[in-house]
């Protein structure tokens, strides 16, 4: 009789991958997967701890994972699978950072395969004997130059062709953008950036007043969202943010009128109003006001500026 497997979503405890296995006719068979069990088991159920991806000498993770990957990454590797699927790259960075740097060097099949788990911040992969759910819910960094050069769009510097500009952001679709909270443009390093003498920054805030804010922050949200499944700003749904962003009038308009200019799509103006509560939040203030809009907005502007959508 062929056996039936069950898995379950796996899960991260205490910083190990794991998953858990149920077998439909009361028999042991670790064949179909290739792990560690971790020394505990009830009944018909065991927890497998995933061979190679957890440091043996310091097993507890106690600090957050920041996964910096190469963009000659494969597919597989970013989300996992094989054979007997294993977690990927996104699933190690489950509650931490995933660094993507010189985002449009990375082949558009292998961002594209990012939507989903930015969105249901999790992933499955299906095989002919089960299928499998990782965690994934992580934050997503990335950097990139706006030509192959590096240096569009000063004219005067940049070597490339329009053609080779366009294809180079075409790598960048608008549903992955549309899934980006905020896109800064960073200016060029002069040498006054560098001088650590210099007088003009005084009165500017330190990285432990920015700590101390971001904290407050954090503990706004966690008693705003007391006794729901809710954690931070972050993952608010559509009917969320309608109850917990209240816009006054004034600020209904301006959300109008940049949904219209912008060309705002469903996703980036629920992303807007998300980020415009957090930044109410540092700014101490109950209600999402203008200026904490005009903010929020303001970070979506590199979408017109680079990719004209």
Same mark, same amino acid.
């Given at each position: %009789?062929?056996?039936? $497997?069950?898995?379950?979503?796996?899960?991260?405890?205490?910083?190990?991958?794991?998953?858990? !296995?149920?077998?439909?006719?009361?028999? &042991?068979?670790?064949?179909?997967?290739?792990?560690? /069990?971790?020394?505990?088991?009830?009944?018909?159920? &065991?927890?497998?701890?995933?061979?190679?991806?957890?440091?043996?000498?310091?097993?507890?993770?106690?600090?957050?994972?920041?996964?910096?990957?190469?963009?000659?990454?494969?597919?597989?590797?970013?989300?996992?699978?094989?054979?007997?699927?294993?977690?990927?790259?996104?699933?190690?960075?489950?509650?931490?950072?995933?660094?993507?740097?010189?985002?449009?060097?990375?082949?558009?099949?292998?961002?594209?395969?990012?939507?989903?788990?930015?969105?249901?911040?999790?992933?499955?992969?299906?095989?002919?004997?089960?299928?499998?759910?990782?965690?994934?819910?992580? %934050?997503?960094?990335?950097? %990139?130059?706006?030509?192959?050069?590096?240096?569009?769009?000063?004219?005067?510097?940049?070597?490339?062709?329009?053609?080779?500009?366009?294809?180079?952001?075409?790598?960048?679709?608008?549903?992955? $953008?549309?899934?980006?909270?905020?896109?800064?443009?960073?200016?060029?390093?002069?040498?006054?950036?560098?001088?650590?003498? !210099?007088?003009?920054?005084?009165?500017?805030?330190?990285?432990?007043?920015?700590?101390?804010?971001?904290?407050?922050?954090?503990?706004?949200?966690?008693?705003?969202?007391?006794?729901?499944?809710?954690?931070?700003?972050?993952?608010?749904?559509?009917?969320?943010?309608?109850?917990?962003?209240?816009?006054?009038?004034?600020?209904?308009? %301006?959300?109008?009128?940049?949904?219209?200019?912008?060309?705002?799509?469903? !996703?980036?103006?629920?992303?807007? $109003?998300?980020?415009?509560?957090?930044?109410?939040?540092?700014?101490?203030?109950?209600? /999402?006001?203008?200026?904490?809009?005009?903010?929020?907005?303001?970070?979506?502007?590199?979408?017109?500026?680079?990719?004209?959508?």
């Amino acid at each position: %009789m062929r056996q039936k $497997l069950q898995w379950q979503e796996a899960q991260s405890v205490n910083g190990w991958i794991t998953g858990i !296995r149920k077998n439909d006719d009361r028999k &042991e068979d670790r064949n179909h997967f290739t792990g560690t /069990v971790m020394g505990r088991k009830s009944g018909n159920y &065991e927890d497998l701890q995933c061979i190679g991806l957890v440091d043996q000498e310091y097993p507890l993770i106690t600090q957050r994972p920041f996964r910096n990957i190469h963009h000659t990454i494969t597919r597989t590797a970013l989300t996992g699978g094989g054979r007997i699927p294993m977690p990927g790259e996104i699933s190690m960075a489950h509650g931490g950072v995933l660094f993507l740097d010189e985002l449009a060097e990375f082949p558009r099949n292998v961002l594209e395969v990012l939507r989903q788990p930015l969105e249901e911040h999790q992933i499955h992969i299906a095989r002919n004997y089960g299928n499998f759910t990782f965690p994934a819910e992580f %934050m997503l960094v990335a950097a %990139m130059n706006p030509c192959p050069c590096g240096n569009y769009p000063d004219v005067q510097k940049c070597s490339c062709t329009p053609g080779q500009i366009q294809k180079y952001l075409g790598k960048i679709s608008q549903p992955f $953008l549309d899934r980006m909270d905020i896109c800064i443009e960073t200016p060029k390093v002069v040498y006054r950036d560098l001088d650590g003498e !210099r007088k003009d920054l005084e009165g500017e805030e330190t990285s432990e007043t920015i700590r101390r804010r971001v904290t407050d922050a954090r503990n706004i949200q966690r008693e705003r969202y007391k006794g729901t499944d809710i954690r931070t700003n972050a993952v608010l749904g559509p009917q969320e943010i309608g109850h917990y962003v209240e816009l006054g009038e004034r600020e209904r308009k %301006m959300m109008e009128l940049a949904f219209e200019r912008i060309g705002l799509t469903a !996703r980036t103006y629920h992303k807007i $109003l998300r980020v415009a509560r957090t930044i109410a939040d540092l700014d101490y203030s109950e209600k /999402v006001k203008e200026k904490h809009l005009k903010e929020a907005i303001a970070y979506r502007s590199l979408d017109k500026k680079y990719w004209g959508r």
